[in-house]
């Protein structure tokens, strides 16, 4: 429907007010599935009183001065632009995100996976994970070139990107706007409404790997948006659409988005265009169908796959119900929209009540539709394991060409003009409120372990892992007695007393008992990879060699970084003779950790069975660089050797294990066998 402006700009003020209701019900609730409103509820609530007065307040004046300015004639575009010095204005709002950035930078990180990736970075064997390699090997980098030693080196590294991330984000934002809007007052409020996004908590020195990834996608949106309009190559964005995929897998969702950029405009996209509607919707329809096929097999044939989706259905691995359909999910998608773009309800009170009717080429709304779409898509399908709100920096990228369309719909509207940038205003003023609100409870130790613990109650098993960061909090200087309720509640609902006994057992190889309580961990707790993984050992050591490695592949799948089921997959399907799945294993287990001493030794063992010495030798000689390697490996690799034919490669492995301390019985054996050894 179309309202009469002056109505429709009390419409936008009214919805205003209820956002703020709506955020301060929130914070006098406190609890449940509201963790996108409840960001006040460990403020004074007089202070908060006084900030919605004052939030109501300088929107009353915005809708004023909206009023005004629709019943004046509107000056031309360029002498506003000479009253208007853009570069001045955006550089001075630069510098003032710049100092936000800083000032209010995190100093909690229990949200994503902050403190243990802090431990990670940290340690002796950092892990660099192969789906967002680039969004971890800088952090890397820089913490080598920091000579780092401690988790504070560590904290630095993700500092200096988050910050680097920032500085390219702002800096593309104040370069593209000025060519994508003629209005300095639109080319603000767009560089405004990017800045007070939801995903912008990535720029506050937060600890997680994806800033420089939302950096990419920030870019990519631009370059099209450029492309688009012929001021620059469509090419300029095809790059940063590929190169997104290397920061995090999720950046395939831009592929739509950038196959669209490149047809639009050609004679190609125009020959599409022309084509039947009845032949489109089949070509279509044949597309969607392939895809399902694909999805499907996927979906039964691969369970990394499969554990990245939230379950269509309710099946054995399903937690606590939470399912694509189930009320859990999508609430969790709602509070994540509201996450990205608190003034939601505002904005689509103006799209839905108001004419959108934007000036210039269509396909920059059709470009920013489809990549918002298929990144607001990946919300509603990937698996947030630890927990939506505590995962929110996941699926953060979404909200970048989400906020884009919107406030490039708004500011490109022909009519109604002073409603569109009233809109926009709100939609910042509401955006920046919350955006400081979420920044300061993550230097508040009471509010962020007070809403880790709302969070953790929401999804148990979910949280199942949460003590890890709660311990680095406490080693790293935090107050023990602030986290004392929470791991008591942990503990209450997961006592660890199946757990501790099951790796008794284990240790006392009594693998029949061991096998059932991790049955009973894996009944309790459907995703628990190391329960899988030490499952499978017992089924090993029972013969059951079809039933461990079906165990191993489901722990594989729900961990792609478990070490342990790695190195026993590898182990397994080289003694099956299953040379290419061997290596395929134990190469990932060595791109997780060049030293790892397993996959070192079961690559030369595997080499040594293709007669391939040359390979071999050079594990062999990686395997006799680690000091903690022991000898019986090399025992083990010598005998190898020797079994193929390759008596001096035999005897180097043999020396090796007795230089190592081989134990006297083995080493007395091996001498009366070979008595040159004992030169």
Known sequence: MNLKEHTLNRLTFTVFILTIIIFNIGAITGKGRIWAFNYWSFWPYPLLLFLSVCLISLAW???????????????????????????????????????????????????????????????????????????????????????????????????IISYFAALISIAMLAITLKGLFKNTQDRLLAFLGMVSCGTTLLFFGYVENYALFNAIVLGFCLAGMLGIEKKISKLWAIPLAAGSVFFHYLGVALIPAAVYLLLCDTRLGIKISKTPKIARAIATGLIFALAIILFIWFYKNSYPFRFALVPIVQDQFTLEGYALFSAAHLIDCLNMLFLLMPGLLIALTGLLAGKTDPKGPKQRTRFLLIAAITSLGVIFIIDPRIGMARDWDLFAFAGLPFTLLVIDIYLRRQSFRSNARLSVKMIVIIGIFILISRAVNLIDPKAAIGLLENNMRLDWLKYSNVVYPLRQFVKWGGDPSMVSTIVRAHKDRFPGIVETESMENFKAKRFADAAKGFEMQIKSHPQKAFAYGYLAKCQMHAGLYDSAIALLEIAHGLDNYHLGAIDDLGSYYATRGDHKKAKKFLLKSLSLDKDHINALGNLTKLYISTDDIEKSLEYFNRLSNQKDAPSLYFLSIGNDYEARGFKTEAFKAYREAIKRGLPEEFQNDLISKHPELSE
């Not at 909206?66 to 506003?80: G, L, N, V, Y």
């Not at 204005?89 to 710049?98: D, Y």
């Open 61 to 159: 004046i915005l809708l004023k001065r909206a009023d005004t300015a629709s019943r004046k004639k509107q000056k031309s575009q360029k002498k506003q632009d000479e009253k208007n010095n853009y570069w001045l204005w955006v550089s001075l709002l630069a510098a003032a995100s710049g100092i936000a950035f800083v000032l209010l930078r995190s100093q909690l990180h229990f949200l994503g996976d902050g403190y243990s990736l802090l431990g990670g970075l940290s340690s002796d064997t950092p892990m660099i994970k192969p789906r967002n390699y680039m969004g971890t090997m800088p952090q890397y980098m820089i913490y080598r070139l920091l000579n780092g030693t401690e988790w504070k080196d560590a904290l630095l590294s993700y500092r």
